[in-house]
């Protein structure tokens, strides 16, 4: 297969995606709607047992640190906020997507999981109070575009990492080079086909690349970059400050290994007590 076909091939397959599920939408279109109120959204929640499930046990995760156990919908919506749920359902719809068409892939959403951790973790401590759940949302997709290639060249995505590791190249660089698209580029796309809002869609294709977005989009985009950097580490094998992008540093006030090691330190252990419950799907 040339590198045309396989171009259109995942090109064809992020065009037929299926859309977000209806009832997400339908929760998401009652948010937005100034004449509705907690009790009617509730209402619809309700009618799914696991979008209920899911929102329960996100009021009651450590971010929110509720004195007492969250037990009703409505109280999970007034938790969370109307603003932060509409992020959070449109999570929970797409990896509902992604788990239904694609093959179970652990380690991606492993990992994925735990960049999300550090994306809230990161935006929390930078005071983006508003950007909480994107952040979140962001770190969870951010590799979606991997899902759709291993699905699709499984054979060709083994080759291209094998090359990245051998020859110390970015990833994303190769698989531009030898399919004509990354699966950052790939992931930006899905966003956009679910019409999802334009900074998680830029965070999620500039996550190797954050130089290249806008600077209203930089706090999303950044936090996105360094949390799946940080996540691939271990505490007491920091990479050097040099791998890490000078405008990342400087936005995060990170000026010395030291300062990131301690950052690093804390992210990992946080997640080891409570990363678990985070896990939104």
Known sequence: MTKQEILKKILNEIDNIPPIPANIIKVKQLINNPNSSISNI??????????????????????????????????????????????????????????????????????????????????????????????????????????????????????????GSSQNIPIHEIERLALGISHAQIGERVAAHWNFPSKLAVAIGHHHEPRLTKEEWIPLTYTTYLSNILCKVTAGNIPVLALIDAKVLEYFGIDSEKKLETINNTLEEFYRTVGEVQKTA
């Open 42 to 163: 509730s209402v619809y929640v309700k009618r799914d047992p696991a979008l209920t499930a899911d929102l329960l046990r996100i009021a009651n995760s450590a971010w929110y640190m509720t004195r007492t156990k969250v037990g009703t919908v409505e109280r999970a919506i007034t938790t969370i906020g109307l603003s932060q749920l509409e992020t959070l359902i449109l999570t929970i719809g797409a990896k509902k997507v992604l788990s239904e068409r694609y093959m179970a892939m652990e380690e991606i959403w492993e990992h994925s999981y735990k960049c999300a951790f550090y994306s809230q973790f990161l935006a929390k401590m930078k005071n983006l109070r508003d950007e909480l759940e994107n952040a979140y949302t962001a770190g969870l997709l951010h590799d979606i575009g991997k899902l759709i290639l291993l699905s699709l060249t499984p054979h060709l995505v083994e080759r291209i990492t094998n090359l």
